[in-house]
């Protein structure tokens, strides 16, 4: 025990306070990961703090205010919205994980393979187009154009209508490094869609596009 050198309240033949040991219960593996992911974003919403630099959180570690809001939480379970999200976020972090594995192998990050793909199935665009299509914002879209620029798989060019705008292309190197490259990712994304049929693939992708501009909705109203 980790005895205080002045017994707590004074006096004498007190005893020592005895350490903080936390309780632990055993679960599956699989109810611990789904434990720690709600978790994870339960405190997300509370204090960012606990997040930063962290993939899973050692609750140990946060304080009494949220370990209870956390116990709340894990005890009601994870139902409806909260339960949709969860499952979206898992799916999307695996996704990313898997397309970007052989995407990475062409020399190429997820943001410079987006810009050579809208490039390749868009044809010449301005930069400021470009930017919003892949999610990038004005200085990242810059930087990305500027580093396939200084590798050669993009042209940039002047606008004839407008000399303050600049015209983004494939080159004949870039061509040839984007085409192979969204064939195997567009043959990555069937397998993983195999598993639905053509009307549950539709489906799906109605319901993602109707969350994704609620979602944008009610950015812009914020």
């Not at 570690?61 to 979206?88: C, P, S």
């Amino acid at each position: 025990m980790n005895c205080p050198a002045t017994p707590l309240g004074g006096g004498s033949g007190m005893k020592c306070r005895k350490p903080f040991r936390p309780k632990t219960r055993k679960i599956t593996p699989a109810k611990y990961r789904a434990t720690v992911d709600a978790v994870f974003i339960r405190v997300l919403l509370f204090d960012r703090r606990h997040c930063i630099g962290v993939t899973y959180l050692d609750v140990n570690t946060i304080d009494d205010v949220y370990l209870w809001e956390i116990q709340v939480f894990m005890n009601r379970g994870i139902k409806g919205t909260d339960h949709a999200w969860l499952v979206m976020m898992k799916a999307m972090r695996t996704l990313t994980r898997y397309a970007a594995a052989d995407i990475e192998e062409t020399g190429l990050g997820l943001s410079d393979f987006g810009v050579l793909e809208v490039l390749l199935h868009k044809g010449p665009l301005p930069v400021n187009t470009i930017g919003p299509i892949v999610d990038l914002t004005p200085g990242s879209i810059s930087i990305a154009v500027d580093r396939l620029f200084a590798k050669g798989l993009v042209t940039r060019v002047e606008s004839t209508e407008d000399r303050r705008v600049r015209i983004i292309a494939l080159t004949p190197r870039g061509k040839d490094l984007i085409v192979p490259a969204f064939r195997k990712h567009s043959g990555q994304m069937r397998r993983v869609f195999s598993e639905l049929s053509a009307e549950e693939l539709r489906d799906l992708e109605m319901a993602l596009k109707k969350v994704g501009k609620r979602a944008a909705a009610l950015m812009e109203k914020s």
